[in-house]
């Protein structure tokens, strides 16, 4: 039994030398997994990792998605329908689609809400706000996108009253509607549009956007709240305290010492 | 050969300690842990209770697909999806051509471009939210404002006449 074990770990090691030796992913996965992170407030962190996970359900469920689905004002909602009550595992991946996107907006959200009150975006951080800020409206276009691509009423008439509201738009109203209509009205056009921005163009700035996210953060470290670093603060504060001391019996020391000289 | 000292040994000489300013004083976590195994599967913990929620949902809730995109018809409610909700009842507050364009295009990018500033914006050093309140109401006031119009528009749409879900 032990023999056995002995070379299972030998072969294990081959593997990884092998695999270090060639790409340098040992030491790299060793870098990324014992990275210091703070112990307190664990659970609040999940919330950027969960956005993650979630953002990898949208891509996967959405790629089966479009094995079926067709772009076009004849048979989008009709693959829908067949998606929903004729394909194998339809309503699941529809679903998780589906829910996984209101999800999404929730978890996003309760980050961006905990990076503010923790005052993550505080130097040098700056720049992961911003690309954070910049993911969380790229997403809201995705979930309204996702919206009309259905083609049912609802998201039609979203998409309707979306366009109206984009009209009133000073300077650029009319051009941007007709950009996101591809013409003067709804039409097939539009659905191409939308299926475009939702499927190539938004994922396409989203999936660089996140590494740039993840990059940034390796780089700077997760921040959390004050309290991960109490000891450190009520150590600070105590030897201001003393220098504070030590200034007072000073400035006592001086002033006792030039009544004495007067 | 190497020569044996006898004796007593010298005490271990005793690690300098990193003096703690309020340049470096959040250089490093009291009691920091490495990314792997905790963090891994808290991490992993919420990702798997996350997909098990979209899964039974996806079976209980089935995703939202009514009837076919008909331009014709006249009757027909439109309602914006919940997240869009507090948009929607801006549009009560700012009626009118031009008013539209300022609550439903000019606040949001506004909005946006405050979020974008928001590094900038703060210039208190500190991070604890007791230490910079401003930051901390504004903030609150923000969320406050988005869920309130939000639950105001979700009441104003269900008691809109065929503005629910079911009829």
Redesign the interface.
């Known amino acids: 039994m032990t023999r056995i074990r002995d070379r299972m770990a030998e072969r294990g090691r081959d593997v990884a030398d092998w695999l270090e030796e060639r790409t340098r992913l040992v030491s790299f996965m060793e870098k990324q997994l014992y990275e210091p992170t703070p112990r307190r407030g664990m659970w609040l962190y999940t919330l950027g990792s969960a956005t993650l996970f979630l953002i990898t359900i949208q891509f996967l469920t959405g790629i089966l998605l479009l094995f079926y689905y067709v772009p076009t004002t004849k048979d989008a909602w009709n693959s829908i329908y067949y998606i929903m009550h004729h394909v194998y595992f339809g309503q699941l991946i529809r679903g998780m689609h589906f829910w996984g996107a209101n999800l999404l907006l929730i978890v996003i959200g309760l980050h961006m809400i905990r990076t503010f009150l923790s005052g993550s975006y505080k130097p040098p951080r700056e720049m992961n706000w911003v690309v954070g800020v910049a993911l969380i409206i790229l997403v809201s276009l995705l979930a309204f996108t996702g919206y009309a691509l259905r083609w049912d009423q609802e998201g039609f008439y979203a998409w309707e009253v979306g366009m109206k509201i984009a009209s009133y738009t000073p300077l650029i109203g009319a051009w941007a509607v007709s950009l996101l209509l591809g013409g003067d009205t709804v039409g097939p056009a539009t659905l191409s549009r939308l299926f475009v921005f939702h499927v190539w163009l938004m994922p396409a700035i989203l999936a660089p956007l996140i590494g740039v996210h993840l990059i940034l953060l390796r780089l700077h470290g997760e921040f959390g709240a004050a309290f991960e670093y109490s000891e450190r603060l009520a150590k600070l504060n105590k030897r201001k305290q003393y220098e504070r001391m030590e200034e007072y019996f000073a400035s006592d020391e001086e002033e006792e010492e030039s009544s004495r000289g007067e | 050969m190497a020569e044996i000292k006898r004796g007593q040994a010298k005490p271990a000489e005793e690690e300098e300690e990193e003096?703690?300013?309020?340049d470096n004083?959040?250089e490093?976590?009291?009691?920091?842990?490495?990314?792997?195994p905790?963090?891994?599967m808290?991490?992993l913990?919420?990702?798997f209770a996350?997909?098990v929620?979209?899964?039974i949902?996806?079976?209980a809730?089935?995703?939202?697909?009514?009837?076919?995109?008909?331009?014709s018809?006249t009757d027909?409610v439109?309602?914006?999806?919940?997240?869009?909700f507090f948009l929607d009842q801006w549009?009560i507050y700012f009626p009118g051509?031009a008013l539209?364009?300022f609550g439903?295009?000019a606040m949001p990018i506004i909005f946006?471009i405050v979020?974008?500033a928001?590094?900038?914006l703060?210039r208190e050093?500190?991070?604890?939210?007791a230490?910079?309140p401003y930051?901390?109401v504004l903030?609150f006031l923000v969320?406050t404002a988005i869920v309130l119009n939000l639950f105001l528009s979700m009441v104003r749409i269900l008691n809109f006449p065929g503005g629910s879900p079911a009829g």
């Open positions: 003096i703690i300013t309020e004083v959040f490093h976590y009291d009691e920091p842990q490495g990314f792997f905790n963090q891994v808290a991490d913990t919420v990702s996350l997909l929620i979209t899964i949902l996806a079976y809730v089935p995703a939202d697909l009514v009837e076919p995109m008909d331009i018809t027909y439109p309602r914006p999806e919940w997240f869009f549009l051509a539209v364009a439903d295009i946006a979020l974008f928001i590094p900038w703060d050093p500190a991070y604890s939210p230490r910079r930051m901390v903030g969320i």
